[in-house]
């Protein structure tokens, strides 16, 4: 079946660093999105990426997706404390289907 | 936007004993409803697909008579877990798409803590 992998498991960074979470798939996704899971919190939907080679940016946040539309990347610009959480990419092979998500990386973030 | 409410929040229960969870999707109609469990400082894994007016599809390794799911209406899914064990405390999860929405987001509800002693 499907397997997505993300890497790095933890990340500690100083605040005012850039963090950078990293996601594969086995499989060519129709799609990926990623997700942040606050401490003791449920995961919220940050965003979705479609087109092969897509880049897009939420403020400090850039998610990238490959050209195979196997991998995917999220890089965070000049961390804060506010971003402290788990990053989690999820990818879709089918519309509507289910999804299947990465291990996550858990971001903590030293004032 | 979408909203996936999830009850309850929390629950301790004794051994032996059910557990039924539900999740309604508030301002949309859910035809499928996907339920997560999640252990500590891990990933979500995907338990189950619910599926409304049909059977529950199962992932690999999951028991269908121990984590009994019910889609009876288009907003509401239920999970009861039978005669809970220790070890199936865990963080619950459900999640729903918008389907009006190509490609939708999944929406996840709160997500429920239970912890059987």
């Known amino acids: 079946g499907q397997q997505v992998m993300q890497i790095p498991q933890y990340q500690h960074v100083q605040e005012g660093e850039d963090f950078t979470t990293y996601c594969n798939s086995s499989t060519t996704l129709s799609n990926i999105q990623w997700y942040k899971q606050r401490p003791g919190g449920h995961p919220v939907f940050l965003i979705q990426?479609?087109?092969?080679?897509e880049v897009k940016k939420q403020k400090r946040l850039t998610f990238q997706f490959g050209e195979a539309k196997k991998n995917s990347s999220l890089h965070i610009t000049a961390t804060q404390t506010t971003d402290v959480g788990t990053y989690f990419c999820a990818g879709v092979n089918t519309n509507a289907g289910k999804s299947t998500f990465g291990d996550g990386t858990t971001l903590t973030v030293k004032p | 936007g979408a909203v996936v409410s999830q009850h309850p929040s929390r629950v301790i229960c004794k051994s032996g004993t059910s557990v039924k969870i539900e999740c309604r999707s508030l301002?949309?109609?859910?035809?499928?409803m996907f339920w997560y469990r999640q252990f500590p400082k891990q990933s979500l894994m995907l338990m189950a697909t619910?599926?409304?007016?049909?059977?529950?599809?199962?992932e690999q390794g999951v028991e269908k008579d121990k984590f009994l799911i019910n889609h009876a209406s288009l907003t509401l899914s239920t999970l009861t877990v039978t005669s809970a064990h220790p070890e199936d405390s865990s963080f619950y999860i459900c999640s729903a798409r918008d389907p009006r929405t190509a490609w939708a987001p999944l929406h996840f509800g709160n997500g429920t803590r239970l912890t059987v002693t």
């Open positions: 301002d949309f109609q859910a035809t499928t």
């Open positions: 619910s599926n409304e007016g049909s059977k529950a599809t199962y």
């Open positions: 990426l479609v087109k092969s080679g």
